[in-house]
């Protein structure tokens, strides 16, 4: 990428906040078990799972969303789902996302839809769904479909996620296509089973083009004929430009202008599940403020490659989107980043990287933020994004936002860079940083950490500086609340304890 081009893709990012987005489709609730495989059962020819550990995740069009969400946009989501377990953690999941979910229609004689995968060593041994995809009762359908017109009448952007199981029906294409809207986006798992007629765009897959298409089902993409397929599959849709999406390799982008590729970008072990989510996202954002199709695919394509170098369905967040683009955030940039590490490499110098969620910056933090730098020539922060401190602290955390926190630490003069990681531990920024010293603070002595085999692969060492006594995000927050009890009973005398 030029950087004339990758400084505009960076601008782009910054103007998708407060970018209102309305998603319509099919929402599921996405379950990952994770564990090892043993060895192969005695009584059939399957392996044994063991040591498994389960996860969910907001899937189909609520992933949709919560991608939208975690790029800034303001977004609501319409559909349809049971009165269940699976609905409410499903709702557990999107809570804190700020996406808006009272219009979603909850029908108590349907069971939300749930799509559990059993994973071993990285590789899926099977996927059991379950769950209602029947449309509903014809005059559900109308309201439903009004519903969607009357909230797309105020939307940048309305996205049409159709796995086709039962929300996204023709009284929903006819009322969409009957609002003057400048932008539409459908991503279909059957791209031709509706009528449209003004659709920006659509994003299908390369294999949902070719079954749409009544093509022999090739599956390696590189086998392809992207661009003979996309430029057939957009007539027959109506679309204005197609983008067909090429798993890791890529995305092939047709439009009346012609045919344009663009290359995934390499990553170790990638995973594409929810990564078209995550390319859809960035792309209909990018649309919706004019952009040219074939700049919104470079940045959708930027947007997957981050969403395929992680397990399961993720959101891309906006910070980390932009890190990902030079001249991207507040002038630290990606190539002043590696600039810094050269410089300090070449000279003989130290990088020291340290880590952590830095919720209610405090004195212990400056401490060891201080006495990290001391022991080398730059400081690189990693900091655990709003998704990643929930998943480590709890529901309740973190109190403030990622960009508070960045912004906070960004300011002080023994920090260097600071760089937003969406995963649970910092391992994969620790590969691209390769620190001399990873710094961590004293409560972990003792303690064997998870990405401590990766430093030391990348011949790095450990520290443990000690910290300042009583200085804990934890302990702060403890002290507010407990100041707060004692206003509440001196405001209301009626609740004291008399002794």
Not at 58 to 80: K, M
Not at 354 to 382: I, M, S
Not at 396 to 411: I, Y
Not at 437 to 459: N, P, T
Request: with cysteine; charged share 30%.
């Amino acid at each position: 990428m030029s950087s004339a081009v990758d400084g505009n893709l960076a601008a782009l990012v910054r103007g998708f906040r407060g970018r209102r987005c309305l998603v319509v489709g099919d929402v599921m609730l996405d379950i990952f078990e994770r564990g090892r495989a043993v060895r192969l059962a005695p009584d059939a020819p399957a392996p044994i799972v063991t040591d498994v550990r389960v996860t969910s995740s907001p899937g189909g069009a609520a992933n949709v969303a919560t991608n939208l969400a975690a790029l800034g946009a303001e977004v609501t989501l319409l559909s349809v789902v049971g009165d269940d377990p699976p609905r409410a953690e499903l709702f557990e999941g999107l809570a804190g996302t700020g996406i808006r979910t009272e219009d979603i229609v909850r029908c108590p004689d349907r069971a939300t839809v749930v799509k559990r995968r059993l994973i071993a060593e990285d590789a899926i041994l099977a996927r059991m769904d379950s769950g209602d995809t029947t449309p509903l009762e014809r005059e559900a359908r109308k309201d439903f479909a009004r519903n969607a017109a009357n909230l797309a009448e105020d939307a940048s952007v309305v996205v049409v996620s159709d796995y086709c199981g039962g929300t996204v029906t023709q009284e929903v294409a006819d009322a969409l296509d009957d609002v003057e809207h400048r932008c539409v986006v459908l991503d279909s798992k059957n791209p031709l089973r509706l009528r449209w007629r003004n659709l920006t765009a659509a994003t299908p897959n390369h294999l949902e083009a070719q079954r749409a298409l009544g093509l022999h089902v090739e599956a390696d993409p590189d086998r392809v004929d992207a661009g003979a397929i996309g430029e057939v599959l957009r007539r027959k849709i109506g679309a204005q430009t197609l983008a067909l999406t090429l798993a890791e390799k890529g995305v092939t982008v047709v439009d009346s202008t012609g045919v344009t590729n663009f290359e995934g970008r390499r990553v170790a072990n990638p995973d594409v599940n929810g990564a078209g989510d995550t390319f859809l996202a960035a792309f209909a954002l990018a649309l919706c403020r004019g952009t040219p199709p074939r700049a919104a695919a470079r940045l959708g394509v930027e947007a997957a490659t981050l969403a395929v170098a992680r397990p399961g369905t993720a959101p891309v967040g906006f910070r980390e989107l932009l890190q990902r683009l030079p001249e991207a955030v507040d002038g630290r940039t990606e190539r002043n980043l590696n600039e810094d590490l050269e410089r300090v490499r070449r000279s003989g110098g130290k990088v020291i990287f340290t880590n952590g969620c830095f919720d209610l910056l405090h004195r212990g933090h400056l401490f060891l933020l201080q006495e990290a730098r001391k022991l080398g020539d730059v400081l690189v922060v990693g900091v655990n994004s709003d998704a990643s401190a929930r998943r480590v602290k709890g529901p309740g955390r973190p109190l403030m936002p990622e960009e508070d926190r960045v912004e906070l630490l960004e300011a002080l003069s023994c920090v260097d860079h600071v760089l937003v990681f969406d995963e649970d531990t910092p391992e994969d920024l620790i590969r691209r940083v390769k620190p001399d010293l990873h710094v961590k603070g004293g409560d972990h002595a003792g303690d064997r950490l998870v990405e401590e085999s990766v430093v030391e692969e990348l011949g790095g060492e450990v520290v443990v500086l000690p910290l300042l006594p009583g200085s804990s995000a934890s302990a702060t927050i403890k002290r507010i609340r407990g100041a707060e009890a004692l206003t509440d009973k001196v405001a209301n005398p009626a609740t004291r304890v008399r002794i």
